[in-house]
């Protein structure tokens, strides 16, 4: 049985909150969430309480439902925004709302705020059904966690532990007004044909199967709890800092430490790692694939590929990067003395007066990158091609065509401020500027 009481118990986790956010649709979930949090207000002490409601503009009665939640929360002496979203074209309305709403979520929250969200039970259950058909693995198993990281701060779901009916009977007895979302009745979407079709006849056929199904959701958390510990033991060893600064922004894994592990371990370590990057996992056979690319030949350079990122192998070590890295990189000017951001967010490079460093000439200056072919002098050292001395200091392979080139009139100068031409080092009193390349400013 629903009692405020018993919401209380399941908040105490959060109580330290510096603010409450409820999402609030409107609907009957989101309404007994935020008539339970204005009883206890009354009665407890408790972090000020936000609603925020998202309107997508999906549905002809959208502005209606603004009215309603702006009604609701009026009376209740809430202070209600909201946020009015665009979505972005795809396949996918569900996940592309989805998407929109936690991102307008995330935009409001401020540090250690708390997320409230209506899902109960039977959500839990939508939720596993539809991850079992697509062939989830344990992690998906596991279903909606209670709480996760949201920006700076965190969203809680207390109504896991009620399903709808007893929502409903407090919904009933408080006279509660919701909103009745059309899209819930639309046989297109999987979660409606779960709702009305699914669970009610797995329910009538085999009675103990919810119940069972959040039990196995439950035995899903404690071995992903078992894996993670695991799992961060590998991540120990194989994720040691790069010394070098160029390198140190980009995530990544020691690909020797890696291999040397058993192949679940390595799976295992894999998903892990970019689980905490919040990175999407990858399709159980797409990663087998990757993994079985790494035991190949040492000198390959096998690459993963997913929406929105990818891993690579280059240099021993396994990179987590964008799926781009930047817009494309074109020539500009280095002003005298000063800083300057690169163009295709390739970072900045930071110029500095010193005793010691690149000899200031007259002439035009400029940031250009490798077209091939290109050669440097260095002090006590012969000639030799840019490309042999940018493998020679293991610099991966996906970051070589980045690194910004100095140029004076014709003449290369310097390579990032890492590598000086011998002829333009400066001795004596001669004017000197030192320059250092930061990949990342962010």
Request: proline residues 7%.
């Amino acid at each position: 049985m629903f009692s405020a009481q018993e919401l209380l118990r399941q908040l105490l986790p959060c109580t330290d909150a510096p603010t409450w956010w409820l999402g609030l649709s409107g609907g009957m979930d989101s309404m007994v969430l935020l008539d339970a949090l204005t009883e206890l207000r009354a009665s407890h002490s408790l972090p000020p309480l936000k609603a925020l409601h998202v309107h997508h503009g999906l549905h002809a009665d959208a502005d209606l439902w603004v009215k309603h939640c702006e009604q609701e929360c009026r009376q209740r002496g809430v202070e209600l925004i909201v946020e009015r979203v665009q979505l972005p074209p795809g396949a996918s309305i569900e996940a592309q709302a989805r998407d929109a709403r936690y991102q307008a979520f995330a935009r409001h929250m401020g540090s250690r705020d708390c997320l409230l969200l209506a899902h109960h039970q039977d959500d839990q259950l939508e939720t596993l059904l539809f991850r079992l058909l697509r062939g989830t693995g344990l992690r998906g198993l596991a279903g909606m966690p209670q709480t996760r990281q949201l920006a700076s701060g965190y969203l809680f779901r207390p109504l896991l532990h009620w399903n709808r009916l007893q929502l409903l009977a407090w919904a009933e007895s408080r006279q509660l007004r919701w909103i009745e979302d059309p899209a819930n009745q639309d046989p297109r979407f999987a979660r409606t044909l779960f709702r009305h079709k699914v669970l009610p006849e797995l329910r009538q056929r085999w009675p103990a199967a919810p119940d069972n199904l959040l039990q196995l959701a439950e035995h899903a958390v404690e071995a992903n709890h078992i894996l993670d510990e695991r799992a961060a033991e590998d991540l120990a060893l194989a994720c040691q800092p790069v010394p070098d600064p160029w390198l140190s922004a980009w995530p990544s894994l020691d690909a020797a430490m890696l291999q040397a592990l058993s192949i679940p371990r390595q799976n295992n370590l894999l998903r892990y790692w970019l689980h905490l990057h919040q990175r999407p996992l990858p399709p159980r056979r797409q990663l087998q694939a990757f993994v079985r690319q790494l035991a190949g030949a040492e000198g390959g350079q096998p690459e993963m590929r997913l929406a929105g990122y990818r891993l690579s192998r280059s240099s021993g070590r396994i990179w987590l990067l964008p799926e781009v890295i930047g817009p494309t990189l074109l020539d500009q000017a280095l002003p005298a003395w000063a800083d300057t951001d690169l163009a295709g967010d390739n970072g900045r490079l930071l110029i500095r007066p010193g005793q010691t460093g690149i000899r200031w000439c007259a002439g035009n200056w400029r940031v250009a990158y490798r077209q091939g072919g290109e050669q440097i002098k260095l002090s006590g050292r012969p000639t030799q091609p840019l490309k042999d001395l940018l493998q020679q200091a293991r610099i991966p392979s996906w970051l070589r065509a980045r690194v910004p080139l100095l140029y004076c009139d014709e003449q290369l100068v310097s390579i990032a401020g890492r590598w000086n031409a011998e002829a333009a080092v400066a001795s004596g009193d001669e004017a000197a500027f030192q320059v250092t390349w930061m990949p990342l400013t962010d």
